[in-house]
């Protein structure tokens, strides 16, 4: 099951793959390596036809090279940095995440369980670490999974030009900025892009309350992973039905947290799994059927805007409203 395939050919297409989209990332501002990956490999696997010893090593890197980089990517969470953000923003965090799955729900209500799931968490969360976290919870099709990817990331990047206009524009405080900031843009990557064109405090701040947003990822997991057992035939809530990669990633996130490895260990193991997402991420591009893509595409991108107008509408009255209450 865990064979590893045997094709050269293979794995040379997946690592050019991802060793150009890391060369090109910091000349195309906005989307990032993975989501370059991403277009590279659609286009990529559309326009040839691969042998099935290729294919199997796709379908390997979309498997199991996305569970094992989900474990790893926890090493990059730190709980304790919650101690250093106020009780109003962790529960203005936890409302949000909570809203955002929620009109998922409302605003995808004729696509898949998966994919309503799919642009929910990548859009309440961390946008792609979330959509590769749930996805194999969710059996997500690789269509699913790279159009939930798509649609989230560009959204991220019109908030990157957006939000800072709108902080300026609402005379946001530098507190408030942030929290506008690290509570809505789906990745890292938006929030340090948007933040920082604001200020380097905003920045600073946004980025805290966007890892906060982070450490509810597991418990979301555990959430969906739950719901989903109950669409099928048992309805217990059983330890079973947990993919094992969740409970690898909750235990790299402890071991952060725990302080038991150096920082440069920890730091290390996140940067091989951000390497394996870019890998997986690449097979799953060089899956994926993009006529099937195209025909989902008008509907997710509706719906994945719709839950981005009522997560800026829901912070901005919060925003007053706290005003309001000093």
């Known amino acids: 099951m865990f064979q590893i ?27 990032g390596a993975i ?13 040839v036809s691969w042998s099935e010893k290729s294919i199997q090593v796709f379908k390997y890197a979309e498997k199991h090279l996305l569970a094992a980089a989900t474990i790893l990517l926890g090493f990059g969470l730190n709980v304790m940095l919650l101690q250093q953000l106020s009780p109003i923003y962790l529960l203005i965090i936890v409302f949000m995440v909570a809203l955002t799955l929620l009109s998922s729900q409302w605003y995808c209500g004729k696509m ?9 968490a990548g859009s309440g969360i961390c946008g ?15 269509t699913e999974i790279g159009l939930a990817v798509t649609v989230v990331n560009l959204l991220g990047t019109i908030g990157i030009f957006l939000f800072p206009a709108m902080a300026k524009a609402l005379e946001l405080s530098t507190s408030e900025s942030a929290l506008f900031t690290g509570a809505i843009l789906q990745s ?23 890892m906060g947003r982070i450490l509810l990822l597991g418990p979301v997991i555990l959430f969906i992973s739950y719901r989903m057992s109950k669409n099928s035939a048992d309805a217990k809530l059983k330890l079973s039905i947990i993919p094992n990669y969740v409970w690898g990633f909750m ?16 730091k290390g193991l996140e940067k091989t799994g951000n390497y394996l997402l870019l890998l997986a991420m690449s097979g799953i591009g060089l899956s994926i059927n993009l006529k099937q893509m195209v025909k989902m595409g008008p ?6 805007s719709l839950i981005f107008a009522t997560q800026i509408i829901a912070l901005v009255i919060l925003l007053y409203g706290m005003r309001m209450l000093g």
């Open 5 to 31: 395939p045997k094709n050269g050919i293979g794995w040379l297409i997946l690592l050019g793959i991802a060793v150009l989209a890391t060369f090109l990332a910091p000349y195309i501002p906005g989307p």
């Open 35 to 47: 989501t370059i990956a991403l277009v590279l490999s659609l286009l990529l696997g559309n326009l």
């Open 112 to 120: 898949t369980l998966s994919m309503r799931w799919l642009l929910g």
């Open 128 to 142: 792609n670490s979330a959509i590769a976290a749930t996805a194999p919870a969710l059996k997500a099709t690789v």
């Open 188 to 210: 890292v990557g938006h929030v340090v892009a948007a933040g920082y064109s604001i200020s380097p405090e905003t920045g600073a701040l946004a980025l805290l309350i966007k």
């Open 251 to 266: 235990i790299a996130a402890i071991i952060t947290s725990s302080g038991l490895f150096p920082v440069v260990y920890t």
């Open 299 to 304: 509907q997710a991108a509706l719906s994945g």
